[in-house]
C-alpha cells in the first residue's frame, strides 16, 4: 500500500520501514482506544471504540490544512510519546500483517460486544479515527460479520460520502451498519451535494459554532462522537482547537460576529510566527477583526502558503 504524507511532527513513519518499528518498539498491546469525547457517548448509551492510525498516510483526500490542524496528533494526549508510537505500531502492523491485524482487529470487536452487554450499551467503533481506509470496499466482512455492532466515520473522500448515501453508484454494496459524516473542504458545492442528499457535513469553526451554515441547522459535535444519530441534512459543528484556530487554508470556518453564520471572515490580514503562530482575520463587509494565536507546534516550519503572509499587519 502506497503511504501517503502525515502532518504528525512526531511520526517516523516515513524514516523507518513497518518492520524496523516492529523490531524497534514492538507490536501495539491494543488497536481499538478511546479518547474523552469517544468516552461522552456513554451518556447516551454507547460504547464506542476507535481505531487510530498515524494521520494521514491513508488518508487520499487530505489537504494541507487537515493534515497540520488533524485531531488524530493535535488533540489532547494525542502528541504524547505513548500515543504517537502507538499509532506508528499499529500503521506498521497493518502494512507488514494484514492479515494478523484484521483478525486482531475482530477479536477486539468481539471484546467490545462482550463489555457492551456487562454495561447494557449499543457497540459501536470508529475505524478510520485517524484515516480515511475504504474498509467497506478492502474488508467488506467486518460488517458482515458484526451485524449488531454499528460502524461510523468521517471522510473527506466526496464520493465516498456520496456512495455511503445511495446518491452515487458504488462497484460493492455499501454495508448496512456504516454510517460517514463528510468532513467538509474548501468547496461549498460539495458539502450542499451531501447536505441535500440527506447526509451530514462536518465542519471546523472558530471561534463560535453558529446555529446554521449552508442554510443547515448546525448540532454541536462537541457533545458526543456518535456520528450515526445524528439527522441527515445536518452540519456538525466543531470547534476549532489548537492549530486549527490559526489555520489559514480555509479548513476552519469564522463566521462573522456582525454580518452572521452566512458570511465568513475570509481575508487573512496578516500571520507572524515567533515562537508562536498569530493570525489575523477581517470581515470583507463590515471589517470585524478577529486573531488568534497558539505556540507553535511546528517551530517555523513554514507551509508555503503561510510563508507569503508571515509579517504582514501584526
Ligand atoms: S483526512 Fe481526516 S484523518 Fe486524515 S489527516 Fe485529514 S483530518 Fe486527519
Redesign the pocket.
Known amino acids: 500500500m502506497q503511504l501517503l504524507r ?2 504528525d511532527p512526531n511520526t517516523r513513519i516515513h524514516e523507518l520501514s513497518p518492520t524496523q518499528i516492529l523490531d524497534l518498539k514492538g507490536f501495539p498491546s491494543y488497536l481499538l482506544g478511546s479518547s474523552a469525547k469517544i468516552e461522552k457517548s456513554k451518556e447516551i448509551g454507547v460504547l464506542s471504540r476507535v481505531l487510530y492510525f498515524t ?2 498516510i ?2 487520499s ?3 494541507t490544512g ?2 497540520l ?5 493535535t488533540s489532547g494526549r494525542m502528541g504524547l510519546p505513548d500515543s504517537f508510537t502507538a499509532r506508528d505500531k499499529r500503521s506498521a502492523f497493518f502494512l507488514k500483517h494484514e492479515d494478523a491485524f484484521i483478525e486482531r482487529l475482530k477479536a477486539e470487536i468481539h471484546l467490545l460486544k462482550a463489555d457492551s452487554l456487562l454495561h447494557g450499551l449499543r457497540p459501536a467503533v470508529r475505524l ?5 481506509l475504504a474498509w467497506e470496499r478492502r474488508f467488506p466482512e467486518v460488517f458482515q460479520q458484526f451485524p449488531d455492532v454499528e460502524f461510523y466515520d ?3 473522500i466526496f464520493p465516498r460520502a456520496m456512495q455511503a448515501l445511495g446518491a452515487r453508484p458504488s462497484s460493492v454494496p455499501w454495508p448496512e451498519n456504516y454510517r460517514l459524516t463528510y ?1 467538509a473542504g474548501s468547496d461549498d458545492r460539495l458539502a450542499r451535494q451531501v447536505l441535500e442528499s440527506g447526509g451530514t457535513v462536518a465542519v471546523v469553526f472558530h471561534p463560535n459554532i453558529p446555529s446554521s451554515w449552508l442554510g443547515a441547522q448546525v448540532l454541536d459535535g462537541d457533545v458526543h462522537d456518535v456520528r450515526y444519530l445524528d439527522p441527515g441534512g445536518s452540519v456538525v459543528g466543531l470547534k476549532a482547537k489548537g492549530i486549527a484556530k490559526v489555520d489559514v487554508t480555509g479548513f476552519t470556518r469564522r463566521p462573522c460576529p456582525d454580518c452572521g453564520p452566512e458570511h465568513e471572515l475570509q481575508f487573512l490580514l496578516g500571520i507572524r510566527r515567533d515562537g508562536t503562530v498569530r493570525t489575523k482575520h477581517s470581515c470583507d463587509r463590515c471589517r470585524s477583526e478577529l486573531e488568534a494565536s497558539i505556540r507553535d507546534p511546528y517551530r517555523n516550519r513554514l507551509l508555503p502558503d503561510q510563508s507569503a503572509h508571515q509579517g504582514m499587519g501584526l
Do not use: E, Q, V
Open positions: 502525515s502532518g494521520p494521514g491513508f488518508c483526500a487530505a489537504d487537515c493534515l490542524a488533524c485531531l488524530g496528533h478510520n479515527g485517524s484515516s480515511d468521517y471522510t473527506k468532513s
